[in-house]
C-alpha cells in the first residue's frame, strides 16, 4: 500500500479527518496487525492479526476507511462486541 493511503487511512481511522460519507464501496480487502490494544491490556494477546475490508468512500473519492475491529475480529470478543464507527 502506498505510503500516502496508508497515512490517509491512519489518519480517518482516528478521526483527524473529518469523514461526512455515506456510502462505502468495497475495493479489496487487507491484513490488520493489531499492537495498541495488547500495549494498553496485557491479558490481550499480542501479534494477532486478521483481515479487514477497505473500502473508498462513494461520495469523496480518494477517501478510504478500514474496520479493523469488525464483528468477527478477535478484538471484538474482547469488547463483547464490534466497534464499526
Request: proline content about 7%; some cysteine; overall charge negative.
Amino acid at each position: 500500500m502506498d505510503k500516502h493511503l496508508l497515512a490517509l487511512c491512519t489518519f480517518a481511522f482516528v478521526g483527524l479527518i473529518p469523514v461526512s460519507a455515506e456510502e462505502w464501496n468495497s475495493i479489496g480487502q487487507g491484513v490488520y496487525y493489531e499492537d495498541l490494544m495488547p500495549a494498553l491490556d496485557p491479558a490481550i494477546e499480542a501479534g494477532q492479526h486478521w483481515a479487514v475490508d477497505i473500502e473508498e468512500s462513494a461520495d469523496v473519492k480518494g477517501l478510504y476507511r478500514f474496520i479493523p475491529y469488525h464483528r468477527y475480529s478477535p478484538i471484538a470478543e474482547y469488547l463483547e462486541g464490534p466497534d464499526n464507527t
